[in-house]
């Protein structure tokens, strides 16, 4: 099984942490886009004939922001040349206040059925602070249009003057609006993006104050039944994202769009970032693509291990064989060994102990050859 990911980078304003590539300057161009994504789903089919999807995301951007009739040929499209599951999991991401009873009703028509909203954080000081152009109250009222839905949340944590009430405050919010998943991820702040300026100034919390919240929070989460199932998601049982368990298992994904990543047999490629080349790229058809690259050897070992240790799943020691024809034990005696007390076995896998899922980074660097 493999996923399918299609970007739309338009937006209504650019969050001041945003480093995604999105534009919302640029929304008049969105059906001339969108036209060009559809060619590009033609021009892919054949090469990935005999392949069966079964997720689809459509994210962004703010996918929410186009035309609702837009996702429905996108669907139509991906259902005519593709082999689409008949049980596929299909996201959209949406933000609070770009969407309406109506257009509601035509994503599920189209066969979505998991709702991915941005909330970010339930005090309305800070939201406006990072740029969002929502409240708390309107992230409530969307959730009320979609009631009954499979509903995932986004937050995060490392944000200006945010306290750990606030934290607790936006995962309360999130449940009680009827989300089944929370995605929480830590402020990374860019260089060239607007809050950069924060960090520079020291107006940001320092990297112990962020893990005590990653902490707090984590806590939490599991005492709402929230499960911790990768490093910055959480879910109900039977809610985790299958179409992101399918990156953290290094399964194959095709990306359509500006920006869009795929990984296609042992090829990962990457779409040009900029629209006007995207489109001029299409239009002459010619791939848009400016990264590609085959993955193999240490490398690629490498990335199975990395992905698999963000979840609390871990590495499976048959799977690491099957791809490689070796023992990851074998391979990796020494790193292993100098990082015993991190790590746990069972049921035929290695994964990071709990308490230090979130500085895998560190433990990660001497697996790297």
Known sequence: MAGIYIHIPFCKSKCRYCDFTSYP????????????????????????????FDTVYFGGGTPSVIDAMSIVGCMNLIRAEYDLASDAEVTIELNPGTVDASKISLYQKAGIN??????????????????????????????????????????????????HQDVK??????????????????????????IYSDYLNGDLPD??????QYDLARKYLDERGYRRYEVSNFAKPGFCSRHNINYWKRGEYIGFGVSASSFIGDRRFTNTRDLDDYIKCIMTNYYPVVDDAVVEGDDAKFEMIMLAFRTSEGLSLSRYKQAF????????????????EYLEYENGKVRIKDRYLYVQNTILMDFLH
């Open 25 to 52: 300057s640029k929304l008049y161009l969105a059906d001339a886009y969108m036209a060009c994504v559809y060619k590009e789903m033609k021009l892919r089919a054949a090469e990935l004939k005999g392949r069966k």
């Open 114 to 163: 998991r709702f991915s909203i941005g909330l970010q954080s339930a005090n309305d000081k800070i939201l406006e602070d990072i740029g969002r152009i929502h409240t708390a109250k309107d992230f409530a009222e969307t959730c009320k249009l979609l009631k009954g839905c499979n509903i995932s949340a986004d937050i995060m944590i490392g944000l200006k003057d945010q306290t």
């Open 169 to 194: 405050e936006a995962i309360d919010l999130a449940q009680g609006c009827g989300a089944k998943h929370i995605s929480m991820y830590a402020l990374t702040p860019e260089d060239g993006t607007p």
């Open 207 to 212: 990297a112990d104050t962020v893990a005590e």
């Open 325 to 340: 024809g070796t023992d990851f034990p074998v391979d990796f005696f020494e790193p292993l060994k100098k990082n015993v």
